[in-house]
């Protein structure tokens, strides 16, 4: 099994910056990666973007990718959300994932994922 804790979620002005992060425990040793998605009231989950442990290879919603950056820390098995420019369409409950390392990897399929914490809400004001 393995446990996510996000953290960093919170209210900002549109236009500011927060920065989300996500440590992992339990059997992570085996997962491809942790990835970002985040849900709406009303909408379904999306993703946000996603790193790979081993190379730290990047994967983004193009809507986020000038403005959003996803970055790792092996040693603290922490994987960190920076957002800028955040406006209020970027409001949301944002969740961390990671997979079970079984198979090719799918970044982007939220169904790929095993591992969910328990989301952190991001509310940017106008």
């Known amino acids: 099994q393995v446990q996510l804790v996000e953290s960093g979620g919170g209210l900002v002005q549109a236009g500011g910056s927060l920065r989300l992060s996500c440590t992992a425990s339990?059997?992570?040793?085996?997962?491809?990666?942790v990835g970002w998605f985040r849900q709406a009231p009303g909408t379904e989950r999306e993703f946000v973007a996603a790193?790979?442990?081993?190379?730290?290879?990047?994967y983004y919603k193009d809507s986020v990718k000038h403005r959003f950056t996803i970055s790792r820390d092996n040693a603290k098995s922490t994987v960190y959300l920076q957002m800028n420019s955040l406006n209020s369409g970027d409001t949301a409950v944002y969740y961390c994932?990671?997979?079970?390392?079984?198979?090719?990897?799918?970044?982007?399929?939220?169904?790929?994922?095993?591992?969910w914490g328990q989301g952190t809400q991001v509310t940017v004001s106008s």
């Open positions: 994932a990671t997979d079970r390392g079984m198979g090719a990897p799918k970044w982007y399929d939220r169904e790929w994922y095993a591992f």
């Open positions: 339990g059997h992570t040793f085996s997962s491809y990666g």
């Open positions: 790193i790979r442990w081993s190379d730290g290879s990047t």
